[in-house]
């Protein structure tokens, strides 16, 4: 009786809401403290509440039935028309892969059964009560039978589709029972789609009755709840093919001030698929909120190399350090930290990163010429060249190149600033150190009160710091700022902002009077107009510098979310990892502002086909209307064809301000459908453009295309198989999909030939059976029966007399895509007579940066070709 009366104390203290408010009928001991084997198994037991046979499978880890250490628990919901079985292989399997990598410590999982169709809810009938079997019996029974430790914090709730809206539902109306909520491709219905999708569900389990619903719905129970789960619970949502519902969801979260770890994975519905992309994240997250860490922070130890050479100017020699973990398995991504000082002092030794060298981090802390040594834009073009040097040695220090962030504060927050919106700067750039065919883009920049406009020091002339701040930025600049004025707004980062840039984390001190908070206000709005992730936090009675417990955890959570999300690509034959598509994925899913051309309008998420119950989206742009039928530009966007989404097209939304509507198209990702999915896709939604043309005021004889790297290959394909009816499948089958002109950034268009012609240093080993393009046909390229889809898959095959004129660009260091592909399609097209440029970008690599032509002037060759085609077209 001791051992009951103490199972039933652990329960209550674990679980306290549920066991006064929710729960009936008492909370026994179930069938006392048994050992089940290892491995999992499935269990039975009488429900003390329904008086019920609950069924459930149990997995208990290595080590459990020779010891007495107690264990946080996960809770794993099936979908729609699954058991306790279901799922039980891929999630132990991944937990397992998980705690071998030193990701996450040992954990109990418990497989309940949820009648199959209940959504994890109560039936009003009473028939099935898969809510009551799980939250008062099944809890307080696995906490009184096995070594739990029994408390919110060691509880981790997780689902698959019905499951994935079991996990929020129960996260959101049951706080004080779990910490955590990881849900798979959930099926977050509202009241609306439950009824309009699932009508047999809203009548067979909630009879039609929206308040009985909302008891259940994690729509209602997020808002009643709000302030109790910010505190409480922490969200993680890995999505496949809902991502309607998904996103959804999210943003109903983040409208409460809840945060969601949002992941948009090229995976169909398929739990496998999904915890083998981002498993080990999940884990990682689930580790990081209930303190269950693995092995990871034993196995770290530290080595630095310091005053390392990145480059020299004269007989001055730069110099950064670099703390990378000699223990490392794997690429990990790299915070670089830019000090401050008024670019006048200050050096390498302010780095507050240090500390996340073992959260999974390479750490780099850099000098650069001050102001005295050498006026702007030298301080940029030393900060660039370090991101250069340490990219091209990112072998040598277990960096993933792909995964850059920046973090400045001050003057250092300028210039990291700049880093995050001058990626295709010419100017900015420079040649100092070399590494030219390295880019100097970042993917996340932490800026901590970092000055934005130069002139703002000049016009504040009532400010007590006035003479210091003016004299330090006429030093800056080489002179006075009347006689620098251009010099001064090209040290401004406000003026660079493009929808292309890198997310930022802006924070700010409400009393700062050296640099005023306007700084950061100015550029936070100029990044959100341009549709970029930005969050400005401003930190209440702080002056010019501040830190702490709470500021260190949002910087952490920031990179995190930016750089620890990974995509597996093959590098030299070694799996490595990028993740430049995650944030645009991100970006399309929170649907951010742009800032439109006055009178524009925008149209999104208009289904232009279906495949069976698949919606496939695109978004419409509309310049103000003017007498004449507009002319369409097609956009479609790239990412191996396993990443990206409709949204990253903000080259082509310029487009509007010339006077053109843009179409951005969404498509099927490998993950989901194999070749030709992806170009039937395309050309469904050329087709949507015609057989919508009159309703919209189109001109559906003007119709571009243009797209960049997997994009780019895709609208190669349009140029060259306009008419290979083959590929024109899906809706509006009485309509064309030619298009008149293809403007091809860097696209592939002969897979069989890449590897061939790769340069040296290429990061993709194109024949490799986990490459793009061998996930893209289903197959290794070079091995039939691939090797055949991969003939069919190259644009260059369909080139006819009859293709579209081409404008093709591409950099001449491009390490991804090699320049060959597009000399072959250049070549091909000149040969049948068709008119074609190709324009090579010295300099630049993949994605056209750090070459000797701006994006300013690529842009606007990209438009006299679409107008020479489009609106002077007869």
């Known amino acids: 009786m001791r051992v009951k009366k103490k199972h039933i104390l652990l329960f209550t203290a674990g679980i306290v809401f549920v066991s006064l408010f929710i729960c009936r009928g008492s909370f026994g001991a179930g069938a006392g403290v048994k050992t089940p084997p290892e491995g999992i198994s499935s269990q039975s037991f009488m429900g003390p509440v329904t008086k019920k046979t609950i069924r459930y499978n149990i997995y208990l880890p ?5 010891s007495d250490k107690r264990y946080p628990v996960i809770y794993h919901l099936h979908g729609l028309g699954g058991s306790e079985r279901s799922g039980n292989q891929v999630v132990v399997r991944g937990l397992e892969k998980a705690m071998a990598a030193g990701v996450i410590g040992p954990m109990i999982v418990v497989f309940p059964n949820g009648h199959r169709d209940t959504m994890w809810a109560d039936s009003k009938d009473g028939a099935k009560p898969a809510e009551t079997n799980v939250i008062c019996e099944l809890i307080p029974h696995i906490d009184s039978k096995y070594r739990t430790i029994a408390t919110r914090q060691n509880r981790v709730i997780q689902g698959m589709s019905m499951g994935g809206y079991g996990a929020v539902a129960y996260a959101t109306k049951f706080v004080d029972v779990f910490s955590v909520c990881v849900n798979y491709d959930g099926a977050v219905h509202n009241w609306k789609t439950l009824t309009s999708r699932r009508g047999r569900i809203s009548k067979g389990i909630f009879e039609n009755d929206k308040e009985y619903f909302d008891k259940y719905s994690p729509w209602y129970n ?22 309607e519902f998904n996103e959804n969801y999210r943003r109903h979260l983040e409208n409460l001030n809840i945060g969601v770890d949002y992941v948009q994975t090229s995976c169909g519905h398929n739990l496998g698929c999904l915890i083998e992309k981002a498993g080990l994240e999940s884990f990682a997250f689930k580790a990081k909120h209930t303190g269950s860490g693995g092995r990871v922070s034993r196995a770290i130890e530290i080595e630095s190399a310091k005053d390392l050479v990145y480059a020299k100017v004269g007989e001055r020699e730069l110099k950064l350090d670099v703390f990378w973990n000699k223990n490392a398995e794997n690429a990990m991504p790299l915070i670089v930290c830019v000090h401050g000082g008024a670019w006048t002092s200050g050096n390498k030794n302010w780095c507050p990163a240090l500390r996340m060298g073992k959260s999974g981090y390479v750490v780099s802390s850099i000098n650069y010429r001050l102001s005295q040594h050498a006026p702007f834009p030298a301080q940029i073009h030393d900060c660039k060249a370090a991101i250069r040097w340490l990219r091209s040695n990112a072998n040598k ?8 962030g920046v973090w400045g504060a001050s003057a250092g927050g300028h210039l990291v600033a700049l880093l995050g919106t001058t990626a295709g700067s010419k100017e900015l750039e420079g040649t100092v150190g070399g590494n030219l065919e390295q880019s100097s883009r970042v993917q996340a920049v932490c800026d901590f009160f970092g000055p934005t406009d130069l002139f703002d020091f000049y016009r504040d002339k009532a400010n007590r710091h006035y003479d210091y701040t ?8 080489g002179g006075p700022i009347a006689e620098n004025k251009e010099l001064a707004e090209s040290a401004n980062p406000v003026n660079y902002v493009t929808g292309d840039d890198s997310p930022f984390l802006i924070m700010h001190g409400d009393k700062d009077d050296l640099v005023p908070m306007r700084h950061s206000d100015i550029l936070d709005e100029a ?8 969050k400005l936090h401003i930190v ?9 417990p709470e500021i260190n955890k949002m910087v952490d959570e920031f990179f995190d979310r930016h750089l620890k999300v990974q995509k597996p690509i093959i590098q030299g034959g070694r799996a490595r990892t990028r993740r430049s598509n995650q944030r645009r994925q991100q970006q399309s899913g929170r649907r951010r502002q742009m800032q439109l051309p006055e009178g524009a309008k925008v149209e999104r998420d208009i289904v232009y086909a279906r495949v069976g119950e698949r919606k496939l989206l695109l978004d419409l742009y509309l310049p103000p209307k003017g007498p004449d039928l507009l002319p369409v530009i097609v956009w479609v966007h790239g990412g191996g064809w396993r990443g990206g989404s409709k949204g990253s097209g903000g080259r082509a939304r310029g487009m509007l301000k010339k006077g053109y509507a843009v179409v951005d198209v969404g498509y099927r990702l490998s993950g989901e459908a194999i070749f030709p999915a992806q170009v039937e896709d395309c050309k469904a939604a050329v087709r949507w453009v015609r057989a919508n043309a009159a309703r919209y005021g189109l001109n559906p004889d003007r119709i571009g295309a243009w797209g960049s790297s997997a994009g780019g290959h895709l609208v190669a394909f349009l140029g060259t198989a306009g008419d290979v009816k083959e590929f024109d499948t899906n809706a509006n089958a009485k309509y064309s ?13 002969d897979f069989l030939q890449m590897d061939k012609h790769a340069p040296e240093g290429s990061r993709l080993v194109h024949d490799d059976p986990k490459s793009p393009e061998s996930l893209l046909v289903g197959g290794p390229i070079q091995k039939e029966p691939y090797r055949s889809v991969a003939g069919k898959a190259n644009p260059i095959t369909y080139v006819t007399k009859d293709d579209p004129p081409f404008l093709i660009m591409h950099g001449d260091k491009d390490m991804l895509v090699p320049l060959h592909q597009s000399e072959l399609l250049h070549k091909a097209l000149k040969k049948v007579g068709v008119g074609a440029t190709l324009c090579v970008v010295k300099g630049a690599g993949h994605g056209l940066g750090g070459g000797e032509v701006s994006s300013e002037e690529l842009f606007e060759m990209a438009t006299d070709f679409f107008d020479k085609h489009l609106k002077n077209h007869k």
């Open 62 to 66: 290595d080590g459990y039935n020779s």
């Open 222 to 243: 997020a808002k009643a709840k709000a302030e109790s789960i910010r505190d409480k619970v922490a969200f993680r949502m890995v999505v496949g093919s809902l991502r």
């Open 397 to 404: 220090y277990s960096i993933d190149p792909e995964r850059i």
């Open 470 to 477: 003016t004299m330090v930025v006429d030093r800056l600049l």
């Open 527 to 534: 990044l959100k107009k341009a549709g970029v992730e930005t």
């Open 540 to 548: 209440k009675g702080a002056g010019h510098g501040f830190g702490g």
């Open 737 to 749: 999909s030619r298009v008149q002109a293809v403007c091809d950034w860097f696209g592939p268009t």
